[in-house]
């Protein structure tokens, strides 16, 4: 199982970037997919994950009215919208795979998920 995030960038605040989360070898169809960050001195962190569908999307509070997360099967691919884009918001972007269809935020929150992909930087500055 790989997964590859990719899309990031240096991006000036009240900006957006939108990240895409790809697999090789296998099929996403089946599986809740998510993002985490890190910013550098701290520990990773939870940021939205979606179900096998895409008909549930949950988010944790930072996200929630600047970031989308979304999915198309089709293309094996889901991805981050990230709108009005701060400084805070600087970090190394990771998507992740969970086993289950379902979003059980437990898993999330306490990051035992099951797959983790590369991660991409995201730099917001001025």
């Known amino acids: 199982v790989q997964l590859q995030a990719s899309g990031g960038g240096l991006v000036q605040p009240g900006g957006y970037l939108r990240l895409s989360c790809t697999a090789s070898?296998?099929?996403?169809?089946?599986?809740?997919i998510g993002w985490f960050r890190q910013a550098p001195g701290k520990d990773r962190e939870f940021v939205a994950a979606t179900n096998w569908d895409g008909s549930y999307r949950y988010y944790v509070n930072m996200a929630k009215g600047r970031f989308t997360i979304s999915r198309d099967n089709e293309k094996n691919m889901v991805t981050l919208q990230m709108n009005r884009l701060n400084p805070d918001d600087t970090a190394v972007y990771y998507c992740?795979?969970?086993?289950?269809?379902?979003?059980?935020?437990?898993?999330?929150?306490?990051?035992?998920?099951?797959?983790w992909g590369q991660g991409t930087q995201v730099t917001v500055s001025s």
């Open positions: 070898g296998f099929t996403l169809d089946y599986y809740a």
């Open positions: 992740a795979m969970d086993n289950s269809a379902a979003v059980y935020d437990s898993i999330w929150y306490q990051k035992r998920v099951d797959y």
